[in-house]
DNA sequence: TCCATTTTTTGATCTGTGTCAAGGAACGAC
DNA sequence: GTCGTTCCTTGACACAGATCAAAAAATGGA
């Protein structure tokens, strides 16, 4: 454990869980036998992944692209319960049938690993379990955290709360400098916003529409946002206290 | 991995996971060292275990009784993310500030380990590294299910996905026969409740007199619940088709 | 036992978000 | 280019659940 966080989501070309911060251990030997077990497959944008209760012989990483993670009862209604960004990790090893709808949101390359070598590295290679482990921690923690938007949260809050987590992962891949005008792509249709949200794809829009009007965001086209002050965003989407100049 | 489900929480007594199913290797000689990091804590109803930000020097499973896992925003909402039954774990395992409160809602024995050896023992034993990252799984899964009943169902679903979760783990601990009417009792006040299901307490209390005015549920006391017919309860808790005798 | 406190129920009213509906904008196929 | 499709926006209205308020029931301590 003496390599230390710099470097993440860079050239560990072995390791299964490479796309994600740091892994100490990718460069040593005992990964080679992935070589035999991986391999890479791509969709196009709206292609479902797979389906809720598919059989499913392999685990993924997100190598580039974006995917949701999807649950639907009997009835339609549908609450997408993870957002896949590259270094994201799909799969469950152990469990050879998918519990959530993946589907493709922009153009997506995963990862993936044959399941059965794969369980059988995760017993014989302690750093690779401890490291998922941890991925799994970090996504407890960010359900949980989600549980709070969706329970707690009004709908401009919601809102709010996305574009500041997708602004976040896309200023760690490096495309924006930190502290400034945050400029990036929404990788989601409003209905797609609206089933993360628990919302409907009006609400979103509306919600959208206010924020612009308040100066808080700017749209170019539909899906390109920019938000000059993120911490204007995260403190004022609540409370409308000096929005308007008349109230 | 022989040993099959059937003796669930029962005599595990030296693994720190034992509370939960079966461990295969519960008996073995390698977890002994647990004996010297392990001690009891108890707590009364109401009580705090511990707030989010706190230093937490230890790891626990749950013994008996109830808790919860809260997150809290500045202006006091409140969302529960975590209900804490008898073998449930709590705390990260390499972290030691607590991410969430955590609250006695019934009396409360935990089983503690002291953290740094609790790590070092995960290091060591492959078996309950695996049986952790198990158990993270299907909290996780657990978490995302109940994202679901945050987004999209009614004040009225929720109550039913609630109770029947309760119901579920209680049947479970041994208390009741199964396919029958279940009694339990509610380990939660309806202000907790309704933290958990994201709506007020008054909402709460209203969806529990229409459920029992419907006759889907009866209560002896506040607390005491009895549901003659689960599956009424999870199809009936969202359309009252045939509620009333008179619409 | 009685009193103080907490928990629960119920009523009246308000409001944020859903629903239904219509039209506009963007995009791909031909 | 034009057409068809999908995505997005906006308006009018309805309704589930929130809020405010008060009282009843349960609980615990002296």
Tied chains: 1, 2.
């Excluded at 993936?112 to 290679?125: A, L």
Aim: charged share 25%; with cysteine.
């Amino acid at each position: 454990m003496q390599q230390v966080v710099a470097p993440a989501f860079k050239n560990c070309t072995d390791c299964p869980i490479r796309h994600r911060a740091v892994c100490a251990k990718c460069d040593s030997e005992e990964l080679e036998l992935l070589e035999d077990i991986k391999y890479y497959r791509s969709f196009s944008a709206g292609q479902p992944v797979m389906w809720a209760g598919d059989h499913m012989d392999f685990v993924a990483s997100v190598v580039s692209g974006v995917a949701t993670l999807t649950q639907t009862m009997e009835d339609g209604r549908t609450q997408m319960v993870g957002l896949l960004l590259p270094s994201d990790f799909v799969g469950r090893p152990g469990r050879g049938v998918a519990a959530y709808t993946v589907t493709a949101t922009t153009d997506l390359t995963m990862c993936c690993f044959r399941r059965k070598p794969f369980e059988k590295m995760i017993d014989t290679t302690p750093h690779v379990a401890h490291r998922l482990l941890e991925m799994t921690l970090d996504e407890l923690d960010a359900a949980r955290e989600w549980m709070l938007v969706l329970g707690r949260k009004t709908a401009r809050e919601k809102i709010a709360s996305l574009l500041s987590i997708i602004a976040r992962r896309d200023a760690l891949l490096g495309s924006a400098p930190p502290g400034k005008e945050l400029v990036f792509d929404l990788p989601l249709t409003r209905e797609a916003m609206a089933d993360y949200l628990g919302l409907t794809l009006e609400t979103v829009s509306r919600q959208i529409s206010a924020l612009k009007r308040d100066g808080i965001i700017s749209l170019s086209g539909k899906r390109k946002i920019s938000i000059p002050d993120m911490d204007r965003l995260l403190t004022e989407a609540g409370d409308d206290s000096d929005g308007g100049y008349l109230t």
